[in-house]
Nanobody, 119 residues
């Protein structure tokens, strides 16, 4: 089993910064992709940023140039540095851990961390 735990959310003023962290633990040999998704009230969950095992990154257009995703493979941890935050970034942010095994592909999710951008 794999456990995924996020941290780092909170309340920040527009233009401010936050750094989210996500640590995966359990029966892990290696992690393929890791990513951050978010879900605002009344909206569908959407991809914010993802990073492959080879450090290739992918960002939603709405966060390009403001958010940076990175990972520490030795610690099975992924980070999301969020700068120049806007009220529309307010959402619950979820960490995703994607494993590709001989037995199939598996996705694990954290419990979510609230990010609120408001003055």
């Amino acid at each position: 089993q794999v456990q995924v735990v996020e941290s780092g959310g909170g309340l920040v003023q527009p233009g401010g910064s936050l750094r989210l962290s996500c640590a995966a633990s359990g029966s892990i040999f290696s992690i393929d992709a890791m990513g951050w998704y978010r879900q605002a009230p009344g909206k569908q969950r959407e991809l914010v940023a993802a990073i492959s095992s080879g450090a290739s990154t992918n960002y939603a257009d709405s966060v390009k140039g403001r958010f940076t995703i990175s990972r520490d493979n030795a610690k099975n941890t992924v980070y999301l540095q969020m700068n120049s935050l806007k009220p529309e970034d307010t959402a619950v942010y979820y960490c995703n851990v994607h494993l590709e095994l001989a037995s199939g592909n598996y996705d694990y999710w954290g419990q979510g961390t609230q990010v609120t951008v408001s003055s």
